[in-house]
């Protein structure tokens, strides 16, 4: 058994320290409604975020939105973030969904294609310059049929976090990040410290922990094309990615399966995460990452760096991803939900986000513009911005990523060479595309977004 990738670790050490993912944190209640209440339209809004960070961003701006009218009120409810798109689908079902809900951004057209989501194009109207606020890739990710079917909220990037004190330690340079994958072998190999006993006391670097996959290394060394390249083609097989997954099975065979296993274990048991511990000295992380050193570590000496590229001059490349405002299909108060998801938005309302949680708004007027403008890690997400991807889920091809997992998990553990892995994983996927297209052919051409009704992957 292939053993647990710490991407998750982000998930679980949000939670488990910061409660930073509120789909562990405790429900938050809404408060009864006062009388001098009663007579406003109630806009049920459905979200996440129940932190000590997000939770109380998030209920601010309802606060705010609240007192700055009179005519609606909003009312929050918590749904844990692995539960949201289910419980949305039910909701809408039962014809009694939420008036607003925080989606996933990447499958925004999915559900547009589902008719699960209302079309914003009669509200767009009235202000066709409302998309002038957003990063232009983040307007796209929210289209279906060249009309959009939310607003963006928040995305994200990849970035490099490194601990300075342990690269001065090992002789490296600590204003000097590694830029290529060969520089980060090396730096990895000189970091690496071990114990009397054999064992690692600190571990330079593992690929896979953090969170940047297999998928976002194997496009950093594609030229940022991922499973799908900007036409809609199938591109899982290709040299690049090859060698990308090839380099990566080197990392498990370098620092042995064991020891891997015994990192994920002490994870699990402690809920700590090993770069805040000093266990790890490089780890690949988003920028809310940075929230959590500055109120568990504090004294930790990093710095932050784009993702190295595969070789000087082929980019450094990254993934993100993000949150979208949706009025689900039915809602009783569209009217009312439409400027509440206006406001939220606002660069007055992402400014209070933004400063809560040292992540990236979709508004692309806030970031430049906050208090956190000299932050490294904020100057760090501008820049990176350019270079980061939005890899969409395909309408015709809706579980391919569990196709090409179970490949690539077989590629890691020695099982098969990572070309043969590969080269099943494309097969695997055109046959499940065929099966798609022959079950309904209006997926097909569904979207107009690349053959096959494939959408498009954004740089942001």
Not at 304 to 333: F, N
Not at 343 to 366: C, F, G, H, I
Request: charged share 25%; aromatic share 10%.
């Amino acid at each position: 058994m292939r053993p647990l990738q710490t991407a998750t670790w982000t998930v679980c050490t949000l939670s488990a320290l910061a409660l930073l993912v509120s789909g562990c944190a405790k429900p938050y209640e809404a408060a009864p409604l006062p009388a001098a209440q009663y007579g406003k339209t109630v806009v049920n809004f459905w979200s996440s975020w129940n932190s000590d960070s997000q939770g109380a961003a998030i209920r601010q701006m309802i606060e705010n939105f609240n007192q700055a009218q009179d005519t609606i009120l909003v009312r929050h409810t918590f749904v844990a973030a692995d539960e949201m798109e289910p419980a949305n689908s039910d909701a809408i079902a039962s014809r009694q969904p939420a008036d607003v809900i925080v989606s996933d951004l990447a499958s925004v057209e999915k559900r547009a294609f589902h008719n699960q989501n209302t079309n914003l194009s009669r509200f767009i109207e009235q202000d066709p310059a409302l998309k002038d606020r957003f990063y232009p890739r983040l307007w796209e990710a929210v289209q279906y049929q060249e009309e959009a079917y939310a607003l963006p909220f928040l995305t994200d990037t990849r970035l490099l976090f490194y601990n300075k004190k342990a690269f001065r330690e090992a002789g490296l340079d600590p204003d000097t990040p590694p830029k290529t994958w060969d520089e980060l072998e090396q730096a990895a190999i000189k970091l690496d410290r071990r114990n009397d006993a054999g064992g690692y006391e600190r571990i330079g670097f593992y690929p896979l922990w953090g969170s940047f996959g297999e998928e976002s290394w194997m496009m950093n060394a594609d030229g940022g094309r991922g499973f799908f390249d900007d036409n809609g083609q199938l591109v899982i097989h290709t040299e690049a990615k090859t060698e990308a997954l090839e380099w990566l099975a080197r990392w498990d065979d370098r620092l042995g399966q064991d020891t891997i296993a015994a990192v994920n274990e002490e994870y699990r048991e402690n809920q700590t995460n090993p770069f805040l511990t000093g266990k790890v000295a490089i780890m690949t992380e988003k920028p809310a990452f940075a929230s959590l050193i500055r109120e568990f570590s504090t004294e930790l000496d990093y710095g932050v760096a784009p993702i190295p590229e595969r070789k000087a001059g082929s980019g450094h490349w990254s993934t993100g991803s993000g949150y979208a405002l949706e009025i689900p299909q039915g809602a009783k108060h569209p009217e009312a939900a439409w400027k509440f998801i206006e406001y939220l938005t606002s660069a007055q309302a992402q400014q209070v986000w933004s400063l809560r949680n040292m992540e990236v708004p979709a508004n692309k007027d806030v970031l430049p513009n906050n208090q956190m403008a000299d932050n490294p890690v904020s100057q760090a997400v501008s820049s990176n911005l350019k270079v980061t991807r939005l890899l969409a889920e395909p309408l015709t091809a809706p579980d391919f990523k569990s196709v090409i997992a179970s490949q690539i998990d077989e590629a890691l553990l020695g099982i098969r060479s990572p070309e043969e892995a590969l080269r099943n994983a494309q097969s695997e996927v055109i046959h499940l595309m065929e099966l798609n297209r022959e079950a309904d052919p209006a997926e097909h051409t569904a979207g107009g977004a690349g053959i096959a009704g494939l959408p498009r992957p954004r740089p942001m």
